[in-house]
């Protein structure tokens, strides 16, 4: 690889398990998050939602009916299947579909075999982190944890999420903590989280690259902030590729806020250089990927 980088800090540009290998197998699943690892994950990505009783699950979507098997086995309430209608202990009776591309439908991956017992069922962020510690001890790697606080802001999940990372030991730098939201309430929020309970995490504003009269912007779930004002609150941004400019990158990098862009979705390895190799040459510091392999192998190479 190249002597120097130009992301913000010098390093490697990070490569993100966008719901685990999530091309591969059942999103947000400890499966899929293992088989992350194995394929040299710099980050796991799992995106939180509340349960009706308070717990934090591995979920992107508000209701459980795109990635599980809910409604074979649940009647729909309030005429919906919310996360946040349904407990933990229904949710832990479920099984998480396969639904990526290049999936199998039998939830396999050639030459993989899950360490846990049940691994394509939702898992708790608690249980995620349990699974990160264990395989970074066994296998004498830094691999860190990137949380979305799912929009739109609710304080009781933000307060969640800190108390969580706390009691399985996620609180300074070395522990690689990169939260991230796409409401700018939360960012404000999570930032003074942090501060009042004297963690260290990086913590990223989610959005669309805004250009208006010149100056760069996020639009997030609740409004758009300038890259100045984000600065004040946050350490970097993640947004949608395609709206990045090496000028977006450059300016966020003069106000000191890395940029990490979401989602790359290469089918082949070729495909994956073509598509992400542009955006490192402008010094993009991380990207989110379903195909953790081919990440790694762009980053690699360069
Ligand atoms: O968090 C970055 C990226 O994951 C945002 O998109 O909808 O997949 O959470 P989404
Ligand atoms: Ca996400």
Redesign the pocket.
């Known amino acids: 690889h190249a002597a120097t980088y130009d992301t913000l800090d010098g390093t490697a540009p990070i490569v993100v398990a ?2 685990g290998a999530s091309g591969y197998l059942p999103e947000e699943t400890l499966g899929s998050y293992e088989l992350a690892m194995q394929m040299g994950a710099d980050y796991i ?1 799992p ?1 939180l939602q509340l349960t009706s009783d308070g717990h934090l699950v591995a979920m ?1 979507d508000t209701t459980l009916t795109r990635t599980t098997n809910v409604s074979s086995l649940f009647a729909a309430r309030n005429g919906s299947y919310r996360v946040s209608d349904f407990t933990l202990a229904e949710i832990k009776t479920l099984t998480v579909k396969p639904t990526g591309a290049l999936s199998e439908p039998d939830s396999t991956y050639p030459g993989f075999t899950p360490s846990m017992a049940d691994p394509y069922k939702v898992p708790t962020f608690g249980e995620v982190l349990d699974t990160l510690t264990a395989y970074n001890a066994a296998n004498g790697t830094k691999i860190g944890i990137y949380p ?1 606080s799912k929009a739109p802001h609710d304080p009781v999940k933000n307060r969640r999420i800190i108390e969580v990372l706390k009691d399985k030991g996620y609180t300074s730098a070395e522990d690689r903590v990169i939260l ?1 939201t796409f409401a700018n309430e939360s960012v404000v929020d999570l930032n003074a989280l942090l501060a009042e309970n004297g963690m260290e995490a990086e913590l990223a504003q ?1 959005g669309s690259v805004v250009l208006s009269g010149g100056i760069y912007g996020v639009r997030g779930s609740d409004g758009t902030n300038s890259l100045a004002d984000i600065a004040k609150f946050a350490t970097g941004v ?1 947004v949608s590729f395609g709206g990045i400019t090496e000028a977006f990158i450059r300016d966020a990098h003069a106000l000191g806020l890395k940029v990490h862009a ?2 790359f979705r290469p089918l082949s390895e070729d495909e994956a250089f073509a598509l992400i190799n542009p955006y490192l040459d402008w010094g993009l510091d991380g990207f ?1 990927t379903d195909y953790t392999d081919f990440g790694r192998a762009v980053v690699d190479a360069q």
Do not use: A, I, K, V
């Open positions: 966008h719901r990505e995106d992107h979305e991230q989610l993640g979401y989602t989110f």
